[in-house]
Structures are given as C-alpha cells and as structure tokens.
C-alpha cells in the first residue's frame, strides 16, 4: 500500500505489504506523527486483498475520510485521512509480497551506498510486480490522456495537465508557464499561467516559487532539464533562485511540437533529494506532447466559439439595423406622402411642416400664420383644448425673425400665483423659504425671443396687474429685489376659455386684454375639419410607432370611418391618445375592437359625421367631398352662388373658381333665380 504523509509542511512517501498499519504519537506505531491533536494510538488501517479499511481507535479528535468523521470506513485511491494536523493521501491499495518477517524501510540512510539500495530494491521486486507497476502506469497515463483531450475550456484544461503531471511523476509542486506576448521564445514574455500543490490547491503568488533561471535555461535551449539535487548541480549554481528556494529534485521541459513551444511545465520537490528519474522524464515528455495537442485542441475551440459569437453578434446587429432602416425607409415615405399631399393644398410661405393638417380650415390658418409671423405683435391664440396651440406658437417663433432667439412657454393653469410670480419674474436670494440661490425668470430668459403664456385666462387678477405693468413698461423686477431690468419679448398668448366673456363679467383685466389680444388666431376644433383625420391618424399612429421602435399597422377602412365619425371633445390631443392605444393592442391591422368603447358606439349607433367623408386616397376624397358639398349647396339653394358661398362659408369668387375647377354647370331644367348672374 502506498501512502503519501504531509505533516507541517513536509512531504513523505511511504509504501507498506503489512496487513495492518498503526497510526499515532506512541513509538510503536508504524506511521509516527508529532501533532498535538493526534492521540498516542489514534487510528489504523486494515489491508485485506483487494481492499482495505479505516478503523478509529477511540481517538480524542476524531478521524476523518475526505472530511468526515468516521469510526469504520473503506478506503480508495485517492481518499485522504485528516489525523490531527496530517494528511494521508491514498495513491495505492495493492499489497507488495515480501519475505516473512521483513519490514519495510521508510526513509534510507544518506549515507548508504545508491547501489545497496537499488539492491534491495530489485531483490524486493519481482516480475510480475514490474509488470504490474508498468500497467498501472499506463492505465493512469491513457486515463489522464483521456481527461485531457475531452477538455476543450482552456482555463480548466491547464490545471488539469499541472495537477496531473505532478500526481504522473510523484512531484510536490507544479507550474505551467506561457508566452503572454506571443513573441516566441522571449523568456521576458513567459509568465506563470498556472501554480497548484500536489493536494490540487493554488499557490498564491506564484512568480516569486519557482527558479525563473531554469525556466529560461530549457526555453533558450529548447531541451528538457532534470536535477535530483539542485543545490548542489553544477549547471544551476549560478541561479540564486535555486538557493533562495532551496530546491532539490527538479524537472523542466518544453511543451509543444517541432515548430512552436506552447509553454513550459516546472515540477519540483524542495524536501526530497532524487525524487525524479530519468523514467519520471521520459513518461514527463510523453505526457507534454499530449498535454500540447490538447491546448492546441481547447485553443482552436476557443478561438472558433469566439468566431462563432461574434459572428451571431454581427447577425443580430444587422437585422437589427436592417429593421431600423426598414422602419426608417417607411417612415420618411409616410412622411413625404404628408409634405406631398400638403404641398398640394398650397399650405402657406413658411414651413409649417410640423403641422397636420389639409383642410380648408387649417388653409385658413396657415394663411393667418403668414401675416402674423411677418410682425412682432402680441398674439392671442383662442381654440379649445388639444387643437395644438403650443405647436402654432412654436410655427410663429421659429419661422419668424426671433427663432434665433429663446422660445419659452409656461402653463398658467399649472402653477399657483406664489409659484408662477417666480417663474415669471425670477426672484433673489433670500426672497422667500426655500430660495437658496438666486433666479432668472421666463420673461428674462426669453429676452430677445419669444414667451408663450398658455391657459392664460386661468391668471389671477393680482397676477394679470403684475404682467400688465411687465408689457407697458418693459422692465421686469425679481421677486424680493428692488433693482428692474429691460426686456423686450414677444407675447404669445392662450386660453380655450372665452376672455371677451371673461372681461364682461370682470374676471380678466380689460387693458391686459387690449395688450394681448392686438392679433387673434382661432384654432379649430377637429370636428369643424374631419377631412384631416384620416391624414392625423396616419401622422399620430407612425409617430408612435416610431417612439416604440416597432412597425406601424394598418388603418383599415371601417376604422378610419369609424374615427371620422367621432366628434373629439379632446380634439388632437384625445386622438394621438386613441392611436397610442391601437398600437398597444394591434398586429397588422387596426381593427374596431381595438378603439375605445367610446369611440365605437357612435359608429354601432349609426351616427354619420356631420359632413359626408369619404376615405381613401386624401386628394381625391378631398375633390370627391368638395364637389359633393358645392353642389349640395347649389341645389338646397336653388343655384343661387351668392347664397351657397354664404353656406358653404367662402366667398362667392372662391365659389366660382372651384365650380370651373370641377367643372360644375347648372342642369339645363333648373330654375333661373331672378338677380343671379
């Protein structure tokens, strides 16, 4: 039985053919350990023939079996015994035969000739033992080579081939050296990869526990090195690390093939001198060459995983790219579909593109938009709520000669008068609790450009007389501040309330009403311009669709109908609502079952828009509508222009240049209207 003690820090190895192995602190124990945790008669092994067994000896501390503890239990190779301090490692159960009466020596004298003891040793051995020692050789080198090659992750492969040279050659310590560099035989490159203990442990701080010398030697020359007493071979007695460590037996080798060296495989034994043989080399060698093929196995894995991810990333990224572009193609394609279909309604001399809209109303706008951006009045933008009054005061700034300037907008509504009164004006210092640092305010933040109060009508009284002195004077003053400062802005002004009322029941200031309301721009309501839905929704749902990163769906027929039917009390704003929602529960197609319960009961209820819309292609349902409504209006009023101009809301030349654009005659059987030319 082979067993290898390990007891403060040394290392022995010690083979028994006695049936029984006592283990303990007294004299008369085959294994004699000094520990103070181990009892004089602590344990005993019992070899049977072809097992063998564990037995404790009543001992104060327990012994234990791969940390365990336990009173009886059988052994295998590789098993490890804690007594006390010591470790047993288990390399072998089989018995060796000896003559009856003989014991075994454990350590030979030093000073016994080497060839008494290899006489001893070859008297001890017999044929069948070599040939049995040469099996057992061969089995742990096909299953060590086996282990190796079917290891493909680098990392793990490299301890394995260092745990396993150390346990091939009986080595105290092993190290596997690398080119970090890849600059050949460099030995400034080669760094430690791997440091492990016969026990399979790591060793901290492996560069400063092996002869760096020797590692050179072998890389310069490219040949393998053996020492049984480092300290005292003649080739290593210039190395100062050999003495520093105190080596004794020492092997170095090359791994790799005929045209590269992978890496250097470092094993020693500090305390034991002749530890290696020239065998141990040799099997050493045969193991390096295989330990070559399986790095050079587990780097061409490595190398085609990493081609291999990559090549999945590089996948992922251009089917994603190639659906942004996708969803970037249709969304300009949309969004050149609405500039066209805009430009053809002759929408205007700025650019107004951020703006939906095709109907005769939104024409209407965008010629008041025209005139008043030209001037620096104040403007009063009336229309209800989510008709886009914001977005027509940001048309008026940056189309105008202030857009260099700041635009800055403010809800009324939002704040209390304390809060607003700051925001306005700004305040210092010290001004109140809480004003830590000192503020500008909106009107000094705009200087120069424009401020867009909104909800304006929602401004107390008190607050309305602050800003009115603001807009006569021109001068601003911080809240707790006694020092004014010029200012010149233009004041664009909101309210879906009705100011003129306001004023007549005394609620709104009349000269603030005078000094805001010098030009006035209405908005109107979506149900006043139906025609624009379908434009809008398409607009709103891409929008959307955008901001989410996915594929807009289509707007079917019913459902287009379905929100022209719909009155919008939120107007705009209630739309890009519903669009959102559709495009939350929709796939391909945006069904009815999709739209609010709200929106689809006027539909189930058979309620027609209050103009006739037809849905399809926007310029020839717009034609097909207009042509509709002329004449609908010439007939209800006997074909009197003057009085469907008045009902259809144009003027009687707008009137009659749309009838020769259509191409409109009065029927040959309709009555002549007297006065009507």
């Known amino acids: 039985m082979k067993l290898v003690v390990v007891e403060d820090g040394t290392r022995s190895n010690l083979e028994f053919d006695r049936g029984v192995i006592r283990i303990g602190r007294a004299i008369d124990n085959d294994i004699r350990l000094s520990g103070p945790l181990t009892s004089r008669h602590h344990c005993r092994i019992d070899i049977h023939d072809d097992w063998a067994e564990l037995v404790d000896l009543a001992s104060a501390n327990g012994t234990r079996r791969n940390g365990r503890i336990v009173d009886r239990a059988a052994l295998f190779v590789g098993d490890v015994i804690a007594v006390g301090g010591a470790r047993?490692?288990?390399?072998?159960?089989?018995?060796?035969?000896?003559?009856?009466?003989?014991?075994?020596?454990?350590?030979?004298?030093?000073?016994?000739?080497?060839?008494?003891?290899?006489?001893?040793?070859?008297?001890?051995?017999?044929?069948?033992?070599?040939?049995?020692?040469?099996?057992?050789?061969?089995?742990?080198?096909?299953?060590?080579?086996?282990?190796?090659?079917?290891?493909?992750?680098?990392?793990?492969?490299?301890?394995?081939?260092v745990d396993a040279a150390v346990h091939l050659v009986g080595g105290e310590r092993g190290f596997l050296l690398l080119d970090t560099q890849n600059t050949g035989r460099e030995p400034k490159d080669w760094k430690v990869r791997v440091a492990r203990n016969f026990d399979h442990s790591d060793i901290p701080v492996p560069s400063s526990r092996l002869s760096m010398g020797i590692a050179k030697r072998v890389l310069e020359e490219g040949n393998a090195l053996l020492s049984v007493d480092a300290g005292r071979d003649e080739r290593l007695s210039a190395m100062a690390s050999v003495e520093d460590l105190r080596l004794r037996s020492v092997m170095c080798l090359p791994v790799g093939t005929d045209e590269e060296v992978l890496g250097l495989l470092y094993v020693d034994n500090r305390l034991q001198e002749g530890a290696f043989t020239q065998d141990d080399l040799d099997l050493a060698e045969l193991f390096a060459d295989q330990a070559a093929i399986a790095i050079k196995n587990a780097r061409l894995v490595q190398e085609l995983r990493a081609r291999n991810e990559k090549l999945v990333r590089s996948s992922e990224q251009i089917r994603s790219l190639n659906e942004r572009l996708g969803r970037k193609v249709q969304d300009r394609d949309r969004e050149l579909s609405v500039v066209r279909r805009e430009l053809d309604?002759?929408?205007?001399?700025?650019?107004?593109?951020?703006?939906?809209?095709?109907?005769d109303e939104m024409k209407r706008v965008f010629r008041e938009l025209d005139r008043?951006?030209?001037?620096?009045?104040?403007?009063?933008?009336?229309?209800?709520?989510?008709?886009?009054?914001?977005?027509?005061?940001?048309?008026?700034?940056?189309?105008?000669?202030?857009?260099?300037?700041?635009?800055?907008?403010?809800?009324?509504?939002?704040?209390?008068?304390?809060?607003?009164?700051?925001?306005?004006?700004?305040?210092?210092?010290?001004?109140?609790?809480?004003?830590?640092?000192?503020?500008?305010?909106?009107?000094?933040?705009?200087?120069?450009?424009?401020?867009?109060?909104?909800?304006?009508?929602?401004?107390?009284?008190?607050?309305?007389?602050?800003l009115l002195r603001v807009l006569q004077e021109g001068e601003v003053r911080p809240v707790g501040s006694s020092v004014t400062s010029k200012v010149d802005v233009r004041l664009l002004a909101a309210s879906h309330r009705d100011l003129e009322e306001l004023v007549r029941r005394g609620e709104f200031r009349e000269d603030l009403f005078y000094r805001i309301n010098v030009l006035t721009l209405r908005l109107p309501p979506l149900r006043e311009r139906r025609e624009d839905i379908p434009l809008l929704a398409e607009a709103l749902l891409a929008r959307a669709a955008r901001e989410a990163g996915c594929q807009p769906p289509h707007l079917s027929h019913e459902v287009l109908t379905t929100l022209c039917a719909h009155d919008w009390p939120g107007n705009v704003r209630e739309l890009e609502n519903e669009m959102r929602r559709a495009l939350l529960l929709a796939e391909e197609s945006v069904l009815l079952e999709h739209l609010s319960p709200g929106i689809r009961e006027a539909e189930s209820k058979g309620s027609e828009p209050s103009t006739p819309v037809i849905v399809g292609d926007l310029r020839a349902a717009v034609t097909r509508f207009e042509r509709g409504a002329i004449r609908g209006a010439l007939e209800r009023n006997e074909w009197n222009k003057s009085r469907a101009a008045r009902e259809l809301g144009i003027s009687r030349f707008a009137l009659q240049r749309k009838l020769e654009k259509y191409g409109i005659d009065r029927p040959e059987d309709a009555d002549t209207v007297p006065g009507e030319a």
């Open 88 to 161: 047993l490692h288990v390399e072998e159960l089989s018995l060796t035969p000896t003559r009856g009466g003989e014991t075994q020596r454990i350590d030979a004298s030093a000073d016994e000739p080497a060839e008494d003891q290899e006489g001893v040793a070859s008297g001890l051995a017999t044929l069948s033992d070599a040939a049995r020692a040469e099996h057992t050789t061969l089995k742990v080198f096909a299953r060590i080579t086996h282990d190796l090659v079917g290891e493909t992750d680098l990392a793990v492969l490299l301890r394995r081939i």
């Open 345 to 359: 309604r002759e929408r205007g001399r700025y650019d107004y593109s951020a703006i939906v809209g095709a109907s």
């Open 372 to 466: 008043i951006i030209e001037t620096s009045l104040p403007v009063l933008v009336q229309g209800e709520s989510g008709t886009g009054k914001e977005l027509i005061a940001r048309a008026i700034h940056f189309n105008g000669a202030r857009k260099e300037r700041p635009f800055v907008a403010e809800n009324c509504a939002a704040l209390p008068d304390t809060l607003l009164e700051s925001e306005l004006f700004g305040h210092v210092r010290g001004a109140f609790t809480g004003a830590d640092r000192s503020k500008k305010g909106l009107l000094e933040q705009a200087d120069g450009g424009t401020l867009f109060l909104d909800e304006i009508g929602d401004m107390s009284q008190e607050m309305q007389k602050k």
